[in-house]
């Protein structure tokens, strides 16, 4: 299993570029987040997805779009991207909520490589 | 506001050199209190996750340690690769999504 993977892994953008991040988790996992990480900071939830075709937002969702058209994918995108958006961005997923007989530790977030996005 | 705050921000210690990193939290509702490694340059590595006052957790020379305010994850004996910046976020009881909170985490230096 590859876990948790985010495409690209660098990527350098001018103001007003947009970009879309990719996720992939082939954990069959239902929810999925994307993050981000600012020094001193510690890492912000930005969005998150409780399964296909589903989407809400978190604490900073302002210049981002998301999608999860399926299950194991989840988009990141930037419309217009402004140098107060260059950070590390990072996925997870997890199982989700305690149905169908799953036991504790399945709301426990696994993580990807993470994406360095520079916007100049 | 709930809020967790960890403590020392920074950490170095000799190789063998024992010791004890904090996180003090104010939560109303606590569903899980979570540690993750970070190494440079990459994700959050999943270590433990503690639900209860009085649970503890090991993994080699790491030991979780949870009470209704505080958390501590104790490194006995450290080796060099114990080098990380360690996360403590929490999840809350309330929502569906199961959000983690975090805080700024501590830097750990093992010098050989």
């Known amino acids: 299993n590859a876990g948790v993977t985010q495409t690209p892994k660098f990527r350098v953008l001018k103001t007003g570029q947009s970009m879309t991040l990719l996720c992939a988790q082939d954990?069959?996992?239902?929810?999925m987040y994307w993050y981000r990480q600012d020094p001193g900071m510690g890492l912000r939830l930005i969005h998150y997805?409780?399964?296909?075709?589903?989407?809400a937002k978190g604490e900073v969702p302002d210049g981002y779009n998301v999608s999860r058209l399926k299950k194991q994918n989840f988009l990141l995108g930037l419309e217009s991207a402004a140098p107060s958006q260059t950070s590390v961005y990072f996925c997870?997923?997890?199982?989700?909520?305690?149905?169908?007989?799953?036991?504790?530790?399945?709301?426990?977030?696994?993580f990807g490589p993470g994406t360095r996005l520079t916007v100049l | 506001e709930d809020q967790v705050t960890q403590s020392p921000e920074a950490l170095r210690l000799q190789e063998g050199e024992s010791s004890s990193l904090n996180c003090s939290y104010t939560?109303?509702?606590?569903?899980?209190l979570f540690w993750y490694r970070q190494d440079p340059g990459k994700g959050p590595e999943f270590l433990f996750t503690l639900y209860s006052a009085g649970e503890e957790k090991e993994k080699e020379r790491l030991k979780a340690t949870l009470t209704k305010k505080e958390s501590f994850l104790h490194i006995t004996a450290p080796k060099p690769e114990d080098s990380a910046t360690y996360l403590c976020p929490y999840s809350i009881s309330s929502g569906s999504a199961r959000q983690l909170t975090f805080g700024s985490g501590t830097q750990l230096t093992v010098l050989p």
């Open positions: 997870a997923s997890s199982f989700g909520p305690l149905e169908r007989g799953v036991v504790l530790g399945t709301d426990t977030q696994y």
């Open positions: 954990m069959n996992h239902e929810y």
């Open positions: 997805s409780v399964g296909e075709g589903t989407t």
């Open positions: 939560v109303s509702g606590l569903r899980g």
